[in-house]
């Protein structure tokens, strides 16, 4: 089964960029890299999924190497509102169809 | 665009009695899920739907948990009898993934969730 590994807090100001480092050692050719981020006493909310490469989108962008490993999600500028739980997920394909694992998060806290 | 429903929003219960919960998931969303959620962990994968036929429920404790998705539109969770360590908050969650694609899971839409109290 796939795994992920990333740190369990990170601390930022405002105006900074930020970057969330997530290692994924047994991906799967099939796997793709999935980013989720939660408030309290909300349901996660999807923010960015990637295969490979690079991907962006108007709140952040997902960088993947070439051998998929790890992926760091990056934050451009945070605000007082970017502090959350980000969670960084890999699919878990079994005979054709795809789950998705929660670990257990990195909490940012991001200060004036 | 409707999100996805889920009522109750909280519930508490004393142990050994029963509980449902239930979801109304976005239109036209072909995968629901149901996830447990407890105090400072990440979400945990209960059941997966697609439409009303079961693709995954290994981390479903079959004893006391059930689920179903009638008509592969809105769906139950029921827990009977509940024990202390089942307090979490339920959340259920939809996608148009379907089984085969190959984009990935794609976006899961997220429900509030429905917070359970045993007592």
């Known amino acids: 089964l796939a795994k992920t590994t990333q740190p369990i807090s990170m601390d930022s100001y405002e105006g900074q960029e930020v970057n969330i480092t997530c290692s994924h050692n047994?991906?799967?050719?099939?796997?793709?890299i999935t980013w989720y981020q939660q408030f309290p006493s909300q349901g996660p909310r999807f923010i960015i999924q990637g295969y490979k490469t690079k991907v962006t989108n108007e709140v952040a962008s997902l960088f993947i190497p070439a051998d998929r490993k790890s992926s760091t999600l990056s934050l451009p500028r945070v605000s007082l509102s970017d502090t959350a739980v980000y969670y960084c997920?890999?699919?878990?394909?079994?005979?054709?169809?795809?789950?998705?694992?929660f670990g257990k998060g990195t909490m940012l806290l991001v200060s004036p | 665009e409707a999100g996805v429903a889920q009522s109750p929003r909280y519930k508490i219960i004393e142990k050994r009695q029963s509980v449902a919960f239930w979801c109304n998931p976005i239109?036209?969303?072909?995968?629901l899920y149901w996830y447990q959620q407890i105090l400072g962990q990440g979400p945990k994968l209960l059941i997966q739907?697609?439409?009303?036929?079961?693709?995954?429920d290994s981390q479903l404790p079959k004893d006391r948990f059930s689920a179903e998705r009638l008509k592969g539109v809105d769906s139950t969770l029921k827990i009977q009898p509940a024990k202390l360590e089942d307090s979490a908050v339920y959340l259920c969650?939809?996608?148009?993934?379907?089984?085969?694609?190959?984009?990935?899971?794609?976006?899961?839409?997220f429900g509030e969730g429905s917070r359970l109290t045993v007592l």
């Open positions: 047994n991906i799967a050719t099939n796997d793709y």
């Open positions: 997920l890999v699919g878990e394909s079994n005979s054709g169809y795809s789950t998705l694992t």
């Open positions: 239109s036209g969303h072909a995968t």
């Open positions: 739907f697609q439409n009303n036929g079961v693709v995954d």
């Open positions: 969650a939809s996608s148009l993934y379907q089984i085969g694609d190959r984009t990935g899971t794609g976006e899961l839409f």
